[in-house]
Every structure is written in structure tokens, then in C-alpha cells.
């Protein structure tokens, strides 16, 4: 059975302290400030080989008014490990977009704007993914009740 | 009957690059890249575009997808995915429902190979609460997940041969073949849970059914069976020279554009990428097992589709590996569950990654230590395959967007949820 959570690999835990200085390594990803986001999933991608996009995962937090963006990458071969981290947004801010490092992250960051309405700021064609462009609202807030009255076959 | 193979010629040497942890084909990496996001003022102004919706219900986009595609002549130059006409907001229901419940709603998300998500998202409960699946449980899951495949890349290569239509005399004859065998594969599934299809027998801690007497007799019974047909089934495509003209050289996946998409599975290895998370990280009882993993390097339809091939093979070889020593002793660490509270995991969170037919299964949970999870996040493996449509379609026909998308085999439960 896998851990609850793998540790971090060694060559990102390292990255992270010695250029990026950040000290706070849980297993769950470090914190990363969001100005230095697009720096350091640069450098895990063409430095370190982390090139396999797995995730990209909004989750609204109301009672601290923000919204925790999880990125997860991986480096592929024999004994593969993923490179987890995140962004705190608090409410009314943007998020970088990684879509310039991973081509991939265009329509994951399109998805959880579209369900958690986080702003990706200069993702290049940021609609809505799932739902219809009128949708009103972001479903997975967790003010958005589930019972929310709008039909959705207007 | 004797289907003697025409001699393969020897393939040319490949040249590989080292790209972190793996190596890729040179010349693969060497296709220029798309650009998806191109404003339409942008291209040739003489081109006489001509704007054509591809579904939502057209038959070979597996579901409902619509592709956008502008047309000059018959050749695509700008294509556009939309994607969501079957989101049935499944992310939110889980996060309305306690941990126990949620086994039968993802069975519904990869409608082909139902028990790998149930499996998927099991695991990820599991890792939250650290509870350790009993040895019988993993191997019969691991049994189970490998009788999944076979029946889901089976239905792929009935569906694929269908897509390709008439240059195959309709594609019907081998749709059905296929359907044949997959029906005793889905047999073999209803004698173990009682359903066909959706089966909720993977439960928080183990499995909830355990073989009857008389199952594992009847597996080797099918996969004997299936075995001798595959051999008749070779002949069908992989000989066919309408096949390959209609495959060959279409559709060239760039191994890195698909790893930085995470379109994983088989379109990676039909990209020369060994990689297969069940041999390099396994997991349930795939240590125990010596799994083949096919590889091919031409990145195009044809190159799906035989990888695809070879991975039923190499499922059979796995499941007769594990079948004849099933280890004895309880399918299940927990109590069954009884109440919605019998599941109640501490606040963290946990993210499992699985290998689906389809490319890499994961489930992202975030829990705040009540009943019910804080935040589900699924990874489809289908949604990231499908976001390389826009970069394969462009500079094929019409006709070979629909092997393009056939042989990328997105299963659309998946990618909308």
C-alpha cells in the first residue's frame, strides 16, 4: 500500500530550499509564492526532467477567503516520482498560468476556472471548459449549495 | 489453419534522447508543435475555410464531443474541442457524500473499464486512512483490473475497425468478433459481483465479493479461448494494407507535447516512452507479476492500435501469472461497512496515481476529517488525451480526424464527469 503521502523527492526538496529558499517541505507539496511559480515549474521541467503533467486540482477554503491551487508533476521511468506543490489565492487575486511550461495545463486551469473560479492570469483562451459559457457561478465553491436553482437544460 | 505473417523487414535503428528518467525517439521530437491558440486573422486570407461541427452525435466521436474544425479544401488548419456535454457535476456529488457511497458514482466515469476507478479512488481512501489491503484482496483486484483491460481494449478495437468504415467492409465483422469475446470477459465479471457493467465491488479496505467456486476454472477457460481467437484476429488488421494506408503515418504523437499534456498509457508507448506504472511503480500484486510491456516507436494510429494489441496479450500472460496461487484468507480489512461514519480518516491529504487502460488514473482527495471528503479531484486520464486533438488534428484529413480520435480511444463519461 502506498503511504499517506510519499516524502518529497530529494533533487525538488532541494531546489525548492537552496533556490527558492523555501524552507517548508511537507509531504503534501511546499507552498510556493506565486510570483516565483512559473520559475520554479520551469525549472522542474527542463532541469530536474519532471515532464509528465498529472494534476492541476483548485480547492476553495471560504473560512480563510481563499482558494489553494495543487499542482502535481512527474518524472517518468523506472522508480517514478511526482513533484507535488501549491499556490495560495486569496480571494479576488489571480493565479500564474503554467500553460506557457506544460502544454497541458491550458485545459486543466480551464476546468478549475471554469468549477472553482480561480483566475489564471495570462492563460491564453481562459472560457469555461465544462459547463456552458452562461453558466452562472462556479459549482465547486463551497458557497455554491447543491441544490442551487438553475436548470440546466434552458 | 496456418496464418503465416508476411516477413517483417528489419526496422531501422532509432535514435534516442535521454529526457529525464526516460529516453524518447529523436525523430519524434523533431515534429514541429501546433499552435492551438493561433487567432484566425492569422492564417492565409485566400483560404476558403469552410467551418464544419463535428458532432456532438456523430458516431465516431464515442459519446458526445464536438470538434470545431476550419477546412481548407478537405485539409483541417485550425480545430477546436468542446468538451463537458456529458458533466454531470460527479466532483461535487462526492464532496456531498460520505466516503461509503462514493464506490457506485465513479463507476459511471470510465464506463469501459469500471473497476479501475473504483479501484483508483479506493486506493486514495485507503492511503488517507493507512489501512492495509489483505494479500487476497490485492490479488484479486489485480486480476480483476487485467480482465478490465482486456475487455476495454477490446471494445477499442472493435470501435477503431468501426471508425475506419468502409475501407475495412464496414469494420463490422471484427466489431462484432471483439463484442464476442467481451461478452465472456464480462461473464466472468458477473459470476464474481453479479453485474455486468457497474459493479461496486471494490470497497474502502478490500473487495467486497470473493470468487466463487468454479471462477478461476472459468477465467483460464476464457483467456484459453480468447487466446486462440487473437490469433485469427491478427490476421484481420495488422496485415491489411487498406489498414495501414488509412493508419500509417497519421496522427504523430510528439512523445514530449503527450507527457506535458499527461496523456500516458499506450499513446506514450506507442511514442517509444517505456513507461508503464505497473512494472515501474507497482502497485497491488504487480510486484508479483512479470509484466511485458509493449513499445513501439512510430507514434501514429497504427502504432495505438498494435500496442493496444499487444497489451491484451500481455493482460492474459499477467492473469494466468497470478491465477493459479490466489493467496487464502480474508478479501476484506475493515468491517463491511455499516454506517456512513465506519469510515472517518484524519484531516490530510493523499493522491494515488494507477496505470488505466487509458493512461494514468488518479484520484487527488483533500479531507477535512468529517465523513465526508473536502475536495475529490479525479485526474482522467481520457481529458488529458483528448487535450491533444487540437494539436494532432491540424494538417489531416477529415477523414483521418476520425482515426486520429478513435485511436486516442477517449471515453467521454471520463473526460466530462
Known amino acids: 500500500m502506498p503511504p499517506l503521502q510519499p516524502p518529497l523527492p530529494d533533487d525538488f526538496a532541494e531546489l525548492c530550499r537552496e533556490r527558492f529558499g523555501i524552507t517548508d517541505l511537507p509531504p503534501e507539496g511546499p507552498v510556493v509564492p506565486r510570483d516565483q511559480l512559473v520559475a520554479l515549474a520551469t525549472a522542474l521541467k527542463d532541469e530536474l526532467g519532471y515532464r509528465f503533467f498529472v494534476y492541476c486540482a483548485a480547492s476553495h477554503h471560504p473560512k480563510e477567503s481563499q482558494c489553494q491551487v495543487a499542482w502535481r508533476v512527474r518524472r517518468l521511468g523506472k522508480g517514478t516520482v511526482s513533484a507535488p506543490f501549491r499556490v495560495i489565492v486569496p480571494d479576488g487575486e489571480t493565479c500564474p498560468t503554467l500553460s506557457g511550461v506544460y502544454a497541458g495545463a491550458d485545459w486543466q486551469e480551464r476546468e478549475q476556472y471554469d468549477l472553482v473560479g480561480v483566475v489564471f492570469d495570462g492563460h491564453p483562451d481562459l472560457r469555461r471548459l465544462m459547463l456552458p459559457e452562461d453558466w452562472e457561478g462556479h459549482p465547486l465553491r463551497k458557497d455554491y449549495a447543491i441544490d442551487t436553482h438553475q436548470f440546466p437544460w434552458r | ?417
Open chain 2, 1 to 417: 489453419m496456418d496464418h503465416a505473417h508476411t516477413p517483417v523487414p528489419e526496422a531501422p535503428a532509432v535514435k534516442y534522447v535521454d529526457m529525464g528518467g526516460v529516453r524518447v525517439p529523436y525523430e519524434l521530437t523533431q515534429i514541429p508543435r501546433v499552435q492551438p491558440h493561433r487567432p484566425l486573422s492569422e492564417y492565409e486570407p485566400e483560404a476558403d475555410a469552410l467551418v464544419v461541427n463535428m458532432g456532438p452525435q456523430h458516431p465516431s466521436t464515442h459519446g458526445v464531443l464536438r470538434l470545431k474544425v476550419w477546412l481548407d479544401g478537405e485539409v483541417c488548419f485550425k480545430c477546436v474541442p468542446y468538451v463537458g456535454y456529458l458533466h454531470r457535476g460527479v466532483e461535487k456529488l462526492l464532496e456531498n457524500r460520505a466516503y461509503a457511497q462514493i464506490t457506485p458514482i465513479v463507476d459511471k466515469n470510465d464506463y469501459v473499464s469500471p473497476i479501475i476507478n473504483e479501484i483508483a479512488i479506493n486506493m486514495a481512501f485507503e492511503a488517507l486512512l493507512g489501512v492495509e489491503v489483505p494479500e487476497r484482496a490485492k490479488v484479486l483486484r489485480t486480476i480483476l483490473a487485467e480482465l478490465q483491460r482486456v475487455a476495454s481494449h477490446q471494445l477499442f478495437m472493435g470501435t477503431f475497425a468501426l471508425d475506419l468504415g468502409g475501407a475495412l467492409g464496414g469494420g463490422a465483422a471484427y466489431f462484432l468478433y471483439n463484442f464476442r469475446e467481451r461478452e465472456d470477459v464480462l461473464d466472468l465479471f458477473e459470476m464474481l459481483t453479479g453485474g455486468r457493467f457497474h459493479y461496486n465491488t471494490i470497497c474502502v479496505g478490500g473487495n467486497r465479493h470473493d470468487a466463487p467456486a468454479g471462477w478461476t476454472d472459468q477465467v483460464k477457460k476464457v483467456l484459453d479461448r480468447l487466446t486462440s481467437r487473437l490469433v485469427e484476429y491478427r490476421t484481420f488488421l495488422e496485415d491489411n494494407h487498406i489498414f495501414h494506408l488509412r493508419t500509417k503515418g497519421v496522427g504523430i504523437v510528439d512523445p514530449l507535447l503527450a507527457m506535458e499534456c499527461g496523456a500516458g498509457g499506450p499513446i506514450l508507448r506507442a511514442s517509444g516512452v517505456d513507461y508503464d506504472m505497473r512494472r515501474d511503480a507497482p502497485y497491488l500484486a504487480y510486484d508479483r507479476v512479470k509484466m511485458n510491456i509493449p513499445v513501439r516507436t512510430e507514434g501514429d494510429c497504427y502504432a495505438r492500435y498494435m500496442v493496444r494489441f499487444e497489451e491484451v496479450v500481455a493482460s492474459i500472460d499477467a492473469v494466468r501469472q497470478l491465477i493459479d496461487d490466489i493467496p487464502e484468507g480474508p478479501i476484506c480489512a475493515v468491517k463491511p461497512v455499516r454506517t456512513l461514519k465506519s469510515v472517518l480518516p484524519k484531516p490530510g491529504t493523499a493522491y494515488v496515481g494507477i496505470e488505466s487502460p487509458r493512461g494514468e488514473i488518479g484520484t487527488y482527495v483533500i479531507s477535512d476529517g468529517t465523513e465526508k471528503p473536502y475536495r475529490v479531484k479525479i485526474r482522467p486520464p481520457s481529458l488529458h488525451s483528448a487535450s491533444l486533438l487540437p494539436y494532432l488534428c491540424v494538417g489531416a484529413n477529415v477523414s483521418d480526424i476520425v482515426a486520429i480520435l478513435g485511436s486516442l480511444d477517449p471515453i467521454l463519461g471520463e473526460v466530462d464527469r
